[in-house]
């Protein structure tokens, strides 16, 4: 009888699981449809119908390399007015802007966490204006200054994300709205889904782009009656900034080692510290060197008629949005593990709790068939 009402139970929850993932499909299709035809970058809008350049003006911050550079080029080449901030005035990245770009573009010297460096931007981009204003400022500056577990990262990192990718932004956002109110334009801010899903080993990353994800949706509200429109662009994985510079993890992995307490080093071990960073390493190798999805998106959330709100640059990002919203925590956990950093050792003091266990259960087994 047992064993008929265990088939019975195993037949039943069969069952309801398959029932389950024919609900889920039956909710998810339309919700992909729908995801995909709000939030994709794929040009829906024939190119003959987007918006002239013209004399349009755009400001574009972290123009150094990646996205920002990349960027820079494809809107001077379109004719667009652009003013490309940079870091460092003298780097490679802009003295390759200066020689591959029309005298329409202007490089400006910018660090977008100091203030006085942000008045000094707009106060040249307000003089070059006049009366006109700004069609769009494209906030692109962004650090990813992470490596490990949250209980492993120093505070600095938490701090430097947070410095860049937020409160940065919001500075250089809140000194140009004036400009953009004045011309009904727009404002791009290139985010992150690692600010609406919980990558392991991304924390103060992602903890900064998720309050920049609500502070741009909270802007969209904003600045929806002045006839503002406000998209943010989600990329997938690619090839930008140090990502794929071997060295540069070498480095921040000694760093890592050499600021953790002896007792912490302990608990989680060198080899697990170690896994990470091979595990960064391998995704960084694995990243897409073609920017062309972002860049695509970019000029269409400054030319589309009617921009969207959400922009998915790269293969993947929708669906992850569409299991984030639509299916159970443990099928999350698995993909995002998936596509980012699956570790495989667990830390150090976990597995020796677990070796006690396993002998202590063989001293049971060994003692259970001796005589009293």
């Avoid at 389950?20 to 909710?27: E, N």
């Amino acid at each position: 009888m047992d064993e008929w009402w265990a088939l019975m139970c195993g037949c039943g929850a069969s069952v309801l699981g398959v029932a389950a993932a024919a609900i889920a499909l039956a909710v998810a299709a339309p919700a992909w449809w729908l995801l995909l035809k709000t939030s994709s970058s794929r040009r829906s809008t024939p190119r003959d119908k987007l918006l002239p350049a013209g004399d349009k003006v755009v400001v574009i911050t972290g123009c150094d390399s990646g996205f920002g550079k990349a960027t820079a080029w494809r809107l001077d080449s379109l004719g667009f007015r652009v003013f490309a901030t940079v870091l460092d005035a003298d780097g490679e990245g802009a003295r390759e802007l200066r020689r591959t770009c029309s005298e329409r573009l202007a490089l400006v010297q910018l660090d977008i966490t100091q203030p006085a460096q942000v008045r000094r931007a707009l106060e040249r981009v307000a003089a070059e204006l006049g009366s006109r204003g700004l069609w769009a400022l494209v906030n692109n500056a962004g650090v990813c200054i992470n490596f490990g577990d949250i209980e492993l990262s120093e505070m600095s990192n938490f701090r430097g994300c947070m410095e860049v990718n937020f409160f940065g932004t919001l500075d250089v956002t809140k000194a140009f709205l004036p400009l953009l109110r004045r011309h009904k334009g727009r404002l791009v801010t290139v985010s992150s889904p690692a600010g609406d899903h919980p990558f392991p080993c991304l924390a103060a990353y992602g903890a900064s782009k998720a309050a920049l994800n609500l502070f741009t949706d909270t802007l969209r509200q904003e600045l929806a009656p002045w006839g503002v429109h406000v998209s943010s662009i989600l990329p997938s994985s690619y090839k930008t900034g140090r990502c794929s510079d071997a060295a540069y993890w070498e480095a921040r992995h000694r760093d890592l080692l050499a600021s953790l307490p002896p007792e912490l080093l302990d608990d989680f071990g060198a080899d697990y510290v170690g896994e990470t960073k091979e595990l960064f390493q391998r995704f960084a190798r694995c990243a897409d060197p073609d920017l062309g999805p972002v860049v695509d998106a970019m000029e269409r959330a400054l030319l589309e008629p009617r921009p969207r709100a959400r922009y998915f640059a790269g293969p993947g990002v929708g669906l992850m949005y569409l299991v984030g919203a639509y299916f159970p925590a443990a099928i999350r956990k698995r993909f995002l593990q998936s596509l980012f950093v699956k570790k495989r050792l667990a830390p150090r003091a976990l597995r020796r709790a677990g070796a006690a266990r396993h002998d202590d259960n063989n001293n049971r087994d060994k003692g259970a068939g001796q005589p009293e």
